[in-house]
């Protein structure tokens, strides 16, 4: 069974840190660009930030270069999110997602992915 689970979300004051995981199992992960999409309140998905496989390319969205750093452990089938100088506006419900291949997806439809995981809360308030 195909499964992505991410964790790390929760509560933070603006300007703090979050680190996220998505823990990925049942598929050959190294071989997959694996991405991160969000979803705040009332609104539509917002793709965040992407990291092919072999090449390890990275891209960003623009509001969150600087601040958001994304990297994966092929050995331990898992991608991360590191989140510095957090801002209200980053207020979201973080999925990982896989593409079809081993490239970088930005897309905002989740069937433009090949997996999907099921999101983790991330608040940033005062």
């Known amino acids: 069974e195909v499964q992505l689970v991410e964790s790390g979300g929760g509560l933070v004051q603006p300007g703090g840190s979050l680190r996220l995981s998505c823990a990925a199992s049942?598929?050959?992960?190294?071989?997959?660009?694996m991405n991160w999409v969000r979803q705040a309140p009332g609104k539509g998905l917002e793709w965040v930030s992407s990291?092919?496989?072999?090449?390890?390319?990275?891209y960003y969205q623009d509001s969150v270069k600087g601040r958001f750093t994304i990297s994966r452990d092929n050995a331990k089938n898992t991608l991360y999110l590191q989140m510095n100088n957090l801002q209200p506006e980053d207020t979201a419900v973080y999925f990982c997602?896989?593409?079809?291949?081993?490239?970088?997806?930005?897309?905002?439809?989740?069937?433009?992915?090949?997996?999907w995981g099921q999101g983790t809360q991330v608040t940033v308030s005062s």
């Open positions: 997602g896989a593409s079809f291949g081993s490239h970088a997806t930005t897309s905002t439809m989740k069937e433009n992915y090949k997996y």
């Open positions: 049942g598929f050959t992960f190294a071989n997959y660009g």
């Open positions: 990291i092919r496989s072999i090449t390890l390319t990275t």
